[in-house]
């Protein structure tokens, strides 16, 4: 019983990390990609929509991150 | 290594500075403009970039004092927005480079007073690009040059400054550059920003001292002269070196050029020095774009902007002037920088 309830924690604690790290680090990749487009977007409002393309890129991170937290979740 | 320091303040700048640097003429433009005359050039020019500037001033200055006006009024709008759009080490950098105007905007000023020229001619002619901005220059035309020389106390430019009068102007002029180069070299390259900074600095020396070097070479100068005309602190050309180049003929000094990093295979024999001068520009403006690409979230891609804007300005003047006293195109050709 106590076995069982350590693992759901730490599994949670896993799932947690997964979607955590990934959130960190996307967003280290994101602050540069993010102020370059801003930078284009200043000067010519022509990058908009390609500045928040790759903007977000880095986000696809995230989501390996997510599913790696759902198997965690709920395969286990 | 491409990075190190504050990335996002680098990505922002260099990403505006890109774009801002694809607006620039390239070389067919410069090509088509050749085959215009004098009335066309300005109205292509008028409809570019400069649109601001030749309607600014179309109603004051005709022919290619428009053109002059407008093209020096644009470079310092251009370069003020550097400063303005920039900031942390950035900002200070560019500020620091942009310094060289204010040189450029005090011998102007000096200049026009000693030859009683009107304060609006003057007016005309200054680039407020550094940190002092067109109020302060227009405070100095309407004083004269004691009290000039006096708003510098407590600058690194008053002590050749104080010279005026008792020396040549052009000799201050060297005297005043050497002092802008001296501080910046000053700075310590504390990080990474700062060694590509003092680096690029330093091979813009060589690149002024070796054009000086060919300069007084072709006009049989002394050692001595060609020494006092260099600027200290150079990239590979040493005062060492400069005095060593500067004491052989002029054919072997050449053939000693080679194995420095500015020669890059320039043609230079047989060419007027304004040539050989142009092939050397030619070459610093290629090794500024390979570092500027080598290291692309750093103040280099900045001031390859703030050159290649330079370049496009003088190519621009030489163009107009050229074309209004009907020079041969190729002959223009020959005095633009265009890669």
């Known amino acids: 019983?106590?076995?069982?309830?350590?693992?759901?924690?730490?599994?949670?604690?896993?799932?947690?990390l997964a979607v955590g790290l990934a959130g960190i680090g996307a967003g280290l990749g994101e602050s540069g990609i993010g102020a370059a487009a801003v930078g284009a977007t200043a000067e010519d409002r022509g990058f908009f929509g390609l500045g928040i393309l790759f903007t977000v890129i880095p986000e696809t991170i995230v989501i390996f991150g997510l599913v790696i937290a759902f198997i965690l979740m709920f395969a286990f | 290594m491409i990075y190190r320091g504050n990335r996002a303040a680098w990505a922002y700048i260099v990403a505006r500075t890109k774009v801002m640097k694809s607006r620039l003429m390239k070389a067919e433009d410069f090509r088509k403009l050749l085959n215009m005359e004098f009335d066309e050039i300005v109205r292509?020019?008028?409809e570019t970039e400069y649109k601001k500037e030749i309607d600014e001033l179309g109603y004051k200055f005709t022919g290619p004092r428009l053109l002059d006006h407008a093209l020096y009024a644009n470079l310092a709008r251009t370069y003020r927005k550097l400063i303005e759009v920039s900031f942390g080490a950035s900002k200070f950098l560019?500020?620091?480079?942009?310094?060289?105007?204010d040189v450029w905007n005090i011998i102007n000023i000096i200049r026009g007073k000693m030859a009683n020229v009107q304060p609006e001619v003057i007016e005309d002619v200054l680039v407020p690009a550094g940190e002092r901005d067109l109020e302060f220059w227009k405070s100095l035309i309407v004083r004269d040059i004691e009290e000039i020389v006096k708003s510098f106390e407590g600058t690194p430019y008053y002590e050749p400054l104080s010279k005026v009068g008792s020396e040549d102007i052009s000799k201050i002029e060297d005297e005043l550059y050497k002092?802008?180069?001296?501080?910046?070299?000053?700075?310590?390259?504390?990080?990474?920003?700062?060694?590509?900074f003092l680096d690029f600095i330093k091979m813009e020396i060589d690149i002024r001292n070796v054009k000086t070097l060919l300069r007084l070479k072709a006009e049989?100068?002394?050692?001595?002269?060609?020494?006092?005309c260099t600027i200290p602190g150079g990239y590979e050309l040493?005062?060492?070196?400069?005095?060593?180049l500067a004491a052989m003929p002029i054919d072997e000094m050449i053939k000693?050029?080679?194995?420095?990093?500015?020669w890059d295979d320039v043609q230079i024999k047989g060419k007027s020095v304004a040539t050989a001068e142009i092939e050397f520009d030619k070459v610093w403006i290629n090794t500024i774009s390979k570092r500027a690409?080598?290291?692309?979230l750093s103040i280099l891609p900045v001031l390859q902007y703030a050159v290649l804007k330079k370049v496009e300005v003088d190519n621009l003047r030489v163009l107009g002037w050229g074309k209004y006293y009907g020079l041969p195109n190729e002959e223009i050709e020959r005095q633009m920088v265009i890669l």
Request: zero cysteines; proline letters at 3%; glycine letters at 6%.
């Open chain 2, 293 to 296: 690409s080598n290291y692309p």
């Open chain 2, 220 to 228: 049989d100068a002394t050692v001595e002269e060609i020494i006092s």
């Open chain 2, 94 to 101: 560019i500020t620091r480079y942009l310094e060289k105007w």
């Open chain 2, 44 to 46: 292509y020019i008028g």
């Open chain 2, 256 to 262: 000693s050029l080679e194995g420095y990093w500015f």
């Open chain 1, 1 to 16: 019983m106590v076995e069982d309830a350590l693992a759901k924690g730490l599994i949670a604690v896993g799932a947690g």
């Open chain 2, 238 to 244: 040493t005062e060492e070196e400069i005095r060593k």
């Open chain 2, 179 to 196: 002092v802008y180069y001296r501080e910046l070299l000053k700075l310590n390259p504390t990080d990474f920003a700062m060694k590509l």
